[in-house]
């Protein structure tokens, strides 16, 4: 090992060179400018850098699809996810019509479906990225692929039901049930503002019109669009919270791993 002063940045040779990589206490001069030299004993010296060494697996991670970036969203990949839960969600719904005790598998489902599809869209998309932002994304996604799917499926399902099998009473009956109840609600708020006398003049018109067809597509649409409305902002959800634990760094992850 070379000792070199450190003023003049000459070598030091001879007695003063073996002195200095014996490392002990006696103070030397460098022989070309007269500098005093230190030298530290073994335990005080520091010890040289090593680098640490790469961890890797050795084999190269699996290739991503062709024109997929990791910091997009491969909306093939997660229409497929989102229609896979759709149909099972449009299943569970048509049956739940005619079979009461699945209504409980069919809202379990629909509220979760959104984490289901962004379960299986990290499958087949391992190398993706994963964030809140994603999740909401592939969430409301989701939303609008299973509102579609039980629209359809609803329809297809009444009509079968009223020209095919004639079993359409019971919902024409709980219709016109709420129309009726309706219809007194407004006798009522009519007459506690204008008087018993005024109040079937003042609601004559609107209680005709709530007996027509066309009232009751209205309320009928209007119950579609609230349903639709809630699954719309339930996926969102959803798959923005499902999204959030599936990011890198996330606690779930983190426990995750020391499991």
Known sequence: MQIFCHRCHAELTGSAASLARSGGDVLLFCPHCGAPQLSLPEHLRLAPDVEPEKVTTGSLPPPRPDGFAAHRVDWQA????????AVVSAGLGVASLHFTFLSLAYLVWTIGGAIIALGIYARWRPQARMDTGVG???GSLTG???????GVAFALSGLVTRFGTHRMASFDGQLT??????E???KV???QQHGAADAAEKTGEFVDFLKTSEARTGIVLLGVGIQASFI???ATGAGGFAGMLRRPGSLRRNLGERE
């Open 78 to 85: 997660a229409l497929r996810a989102s229609m896979s839960v």
């Open 136 to 138: 909401l994304r592939i």
């Open 144 to 150: 609008l692929v299973m509102i579609a799917f039980l």
């Open 177 to 182: 049930q709420q129309m009726t109840l309706l």
């Open 184 to 186: 007194e609600q407004l």
């Open 189 to 191: 708020s009519a007459a």
């Open 232 to 234: 719309l902002l339930v």
